[in-house]
């Protein structure tokens, strides 16, 4: 091959380098957050409101108000594991 043609060469590959866009813009825009910090909000919120209303359930059946507590650590376990596994994938390790 000569210089020529090698360098002709060079010059359209820096041409098709400076050519290419840097990165694609991310569609979702900046709201993906946003989004995630709502759903984990009413994560929690769901997890212990229903825990809640079932250590009320439990409270009133039993007769004992103290079934109200084992609804809210119900409720509190699951608002953790919903938040967890929520959040799963950005805990990850690169």
């Known amino acids: 091959m000569s210089e020529p043609d090698e360098l002709e060469e060079l010059q359209q590959q820096i041409q098709r380098l400076k050519g290419t866009p840097e ?3 991310d569609p979702r825009g900046g709201m993906a957050g946003v989004g ?3 759903s984990l909000g009413f994560t929690v919120l769901g ?3 229903g825990g809640d209303h079932f ?3 439990l409270s009133q059946k039993a007769g ?3 079934y109200a507590m084992v609804g809210w650590g119900l409720g509190l376990g699951a608002a953790l594991v919903g938040a967890y596994l929520m959040l799963r994938p950005y805990l990850k390790q690169k």
């Open 55 to 57: 250590g009320r359930y």
């Open 64 to 66: 004992n108000p103290q």
């Open 47 to 49: 997890g212990l409101m």
């Open 23 to 25: 990165k694609e813009p």
């Open 36 to 38: 995630l910090v709502f």
